[in-house]
T-cell receptor, first 111, second 117 residues
Framework: SQQGEEDPQALSIQEGENATMNCSYK?????LQWYRQNSGRGLVHLIL?????REKHSGRLRVTLDTSKKSSSLLITASRAADTASYFC???????????FGKGTRLHILP | IAGITQAPTSQILAAGRRMTLRCTQD?????MYWYRQDLGLGLRLIHY???????GKGEVPDGYSVSRANTDDFPLTLASAVPSQTSVYFC????????????????FGPGTRLTVL
């Protein structure tokens, strides 16, 4: 099935550095979403970018979308300890309403 | 109630038993979803409902059934539980206007941790 795949699977950086995670998908999409999951909790929506958008900002988050390469990136600037979490991209296919989540990137911010 | 709730929080179940996981939202969202999350596999969609009275199959529907009698509730039933159904189950909802549920963000419940022995 069509699915987003995050890269890398795990990432450790020093507090204050920027963190970049990537997502690749297989088929044409309507939109792409990024979610965060803290350990043992449900997912929380971060940002949605539509297929006709190339970049979107929300606070310290910047998301880009390249539909020609079928890829997206999530940048977290000036990382904080509270950013330690798993991050998932979620994509839909133009044919149906189902959203498919990737396997996630585990981000660990080192003090 | 504020948002989306799930019950129970956790459950240990003997194989072969029937189990219903409950999910309720008070946001009047049209669309609701059930996912299971397993280590190394991310979230996989089990069943979904775009609006009350309709349901659809996700990636891994076998062994599970759902119903959507009203807008607020979306129970997930395991008719005869098996150990491979040990997982964390998340319910989610989204506004889903005009039948295009995928255009909206999803709101997740806190999850149910299910262990089948």
């Amino acid at each position: 099935s069509q699915q987003g795949e995050e890269d890398p699977q795990a990432l450790s950086i020093q507090e204050g550095e920027n963190a970049t995670m990537n997502c690749s998908y297989k088929t044409s999409i309507n939109n792409l979403q990024w979610y965060r999951q803290n350990s043992g909790r449900g997912l929380v929506h971060l940002i949605l970018i539509r297929s006709n958008e190339r970049e979107k900002h929300s606070g310290r988050l910047r998301v880009t979308l390249d539909t020609s390469k079928k890829s997206s990136s999530l940048l977290i600037t000036a990382s904080r300890a509270a950013d330690t979490a798993s991050y998932f991209c979620a994509t839909d296919a133009r044919r149906d309403d189902k959203i498919i989540f990737g396997k996630g990137t585990r981000l660990h911010i080192l003090p | 109630i504020a948002g989306i709730t799930q019950a129970p929080t956790s459950q240990i179940l003997a194989a072969g038993r029937r189990m219903t996981l409950r999910c309720t939202q008070d946001m009047r969202h049209n669309a609701m979803y059930w996912y299971r999350q397993d280590l190394g596999l991310g979230l996989r969609l089990i069943h979904y409902s775009n609006t009350a009275g309709t349901t659809g199959k996700g990636e891994v529907p076998d062994g599970y059934s759902v119903s959507r009698a009203n807008t607020d509730d979306f129970p997930l039933t395991l008719a005869s539980a098996v150990p491979s159904q040990t997982s964390v189950y998340f319910c989610a909802s989204s506004p889903g206007t005009s039948g295009r549920a995928s255009y909206n963000e999803q709101f997740f419940g806190p999850g149910t941790r299910l262990t089948v022995l």
